[in-house]
Every structure is written in structure tokens, then in C-alpha cells.
């Protein structure tokens, strides 16, 4: 069984930083993308950031280009985020996602998350 778990949430003053990381437990076969999506309230939840198994970054919301950085240990299973110059519109549950490769016309998608970690930034 599949599990990813994240921790390193919490509150922090606008222009702070914090670390969130995701340990992922269980074996996934195909597995193609690691990434981190956010939800904050009355919104929809969006990609943040990705990486590639090849440890390529595959995509960033504008909104975090150049405050945010994916990185992977791959011989732990975590995957990490590091945000810097918080914002207060980062303000979200930060949910960790794990992609598997479905086929060729599907893809890969995220089929795996964790439970979610909450950020707050406070101004």
C-alpha cells in the first residue's frame, strides 16, 4: 500500500521561509513525477511543482517561479519543498502527489496523495 506523509508545516511571517517534506512509503511500479499541489479556501487545488524521476523540474505555477524549488532524496523516498518569501496568498493545505505512468495515451498522472499539511502566512 501506497502512503505519502508530509510534514514541515505551519505559520509564518510574509517574507519567511519554510521546508515541507513528504516521505512516500509502498512501491509504485511506473511511478513518472513527484509533485506538491496546494488548496486554499474557496479555490480549487492547483499544481505548485513538480520533478521528473529523472530529476528534471517538469513545471512550476507562475505564481511561485522563483520562490519555490522542488528537490528529491530518492534513496530516502522524500521529496521536499522549499518556499521562500512567503506570501500571504500561499496561505494553503499543501498536499504531496506521487504520478504513475498509465499508458501512452494517458500518460502519467498523480494517483497518489497525502493527507496535507497546512501553511499560513500571516502579514
Known amino acids: 500500500q501506497v502512503q505519502l506523509v508530509e510534514s514541515g508545516g505551519g505559520s509564518v511571517q510574509a517574507g519567511g521561509s519554510l521546508k515541507l517534506s513528504c516521505i512516500v512509503s509502498?512501491?509504485?511500479?511506473?511511478?513518472?513525477?513527484m509533485g506538491w499541489y496546494r488548496q486554499a479556501p474557496g479555490k480549487e487545488r492547483e499544481l505548485v511543482i513538480s520533478?521528473?524521476?529523472?530529476?528534471?523540474?517538469?513545471t512550476w505555477a507562475d505564481a511561485v517561479k522563483g520562490r519555490f524549488t522542488i528537490s528529491q532524496d530518492n534513496d530516502k523516498n522524500t521529496v521536499f519543498l522549499q518556499m521562500n518569501s512567503l506570501k500571504t496568498e500561499d496561505t494553503a493545505i499543501y498536499y504531496c502527489?506521487?504520478?504513475?505512468?498509465?499508458?501512452?495515451?494517458?500518460?502519467?498522472?498523480?494517483?497518489?496523495w497525502g493527507q496535507g499539511t497546512q501553511v499560513t502566512v500571516s502579514s
Open positions: 502527489a506521487a504520478g504513475e505512468y498509465i499508458s501512452s495515451n494517458a500518460g502519467c498522472q498523480f494517483n497518489y
Open positions: 520533478i521528473g524521476t529523472d530529476g528534471a523540474t517538469a
Open positions: 509502498g512501491y509504485i511500479a511506473r511511478k513518472c513525477v
